[in-house]
């Protein structure tokens, strides 16, 4: 499936959602759903085991308000463990696929001055995406079904104002292809502050289908009352998906907040949840 087809279906799923949340709790039946996307039962059916391999049905009880606080007991992932059995570490990340390499401080604090950003738009499973990276990898990942694309762009280039930005989506293609299929060793050039950078490379830990909490990732980064910082810190990802900030929670169950909005949000965890089920019947 290509990129290009894998955006369509997720600007299905978007439509989707706005309908499961009009349902107000109540479940929609494959041809209550079909109906209100203006799609035939058959075609619909089709479009989601493409795009995420279980049933609309299955796939609505995922998009759930509830289904965050049923990962939680679950799926709870405990980063110190996820870090002693291997998931983290600079040569093994986020489901052994990335490897980063962080900005010093100084240069952080000039704002990327010197520094040349390449950027271009694609097609990707969760709606146009945004993409910036310098010569050593991705820097930038945002995603625009919600925002819009001129409010992504403003956003990504305001996290390093003083720096070069040109478009040149070739250059950044081979590196897009890695991440979105999750072949190869994609590089992350990681930009941001000290703290920032600790919270990110915790939630590099988080394993795909698993969720944390803020205060887990405050207690992991040794820091357990800067639970709001942490937030903050989640918020100003700037390489939304590769470095997992829709997997941290509140720890009622709350989705929280996503930058780039929370349909997108549920959608990734809806995703990422129907992945691992699929795995496990494999």
């Not at 271009?120 to 990942?141: E, N, R």
């Not at 910082?229 to 939304?240: F, I, M, Y």
Request: net charge neutral; glycine share 10%.
């Amino acid at each position: 499936m290509t990129l290009q087809e894998d955006s369509y279906h997720y600007n299905v799923i978007r439509r989707a959602i706005d309908h499961i949340d009009q349902a107000d709790g109540e479940p929609l039946s494959l041809e209550a759903l079909a109906a209100k996307m203006d799609m035939s039962p058959a075609h619909f059916q089709r479009v989601f085991s493409r795009w995420v391999g279980v049933s609309p049905k299955r796939y609505q009880q995922f998009l759930t308000l509830g289904h965050a606080k049923a990962l939680l007991k679950e799926r709870f992932s405990t980063l110190q463990t996820s870090q002693s059995v291997g998931l983290s570490g600079q040569g093994r990340l986020h489901d052994l696929f990335l490897r980063w390499e962080a900005m010093s401080p100084g240069a952080y604090a000039a704002g990327g001055d010197g520094l040349t950003i390449n950027w271009g738009w694609f097609d990707s499973p969760f709606g146009p995406a945004l993409v910036m990276g310098t010569d050593k990898g991705i820097c930038g990942l945002g995603f625009a079904a919600e925002t819009g694309p001129h409010v992504a762009m403003a956003d990504l280039q305001s996290r390093w104002p003083n720096a070069c930005f040109q478009e040149d989506p070739k250059k950044l293609a081979p590196w897009v292809e890695q991440a979105f299929d999750q072949r190869g060793m994609t590089p992350l050039h990681l930009i941001g502050a000290p703290f920032q950078i600790k919270v990110w490379e915790a939630l590099l830990s988080i394993p795909s289908g698993h969720v944390t909490t803020y205060s887990q990732i405050a207690e992991t980064i040794g820091s357990p009352r800067a639970v709001r910082a942490v937030g903050t810190a989640v918020g100003r990802n700037p390489v939304s998906w590769l470095i997992p900030c829709h997997r941290a929670l509140r720890k009622s169950g709350a989705l929280g907040g996503y930058h780039w909005g929370l349909p997108v949000k549920r959608a990734l965890l809806a995703w990422e949840s129907a992945q691992v089920e699929n795995a496990a019947g494999a």
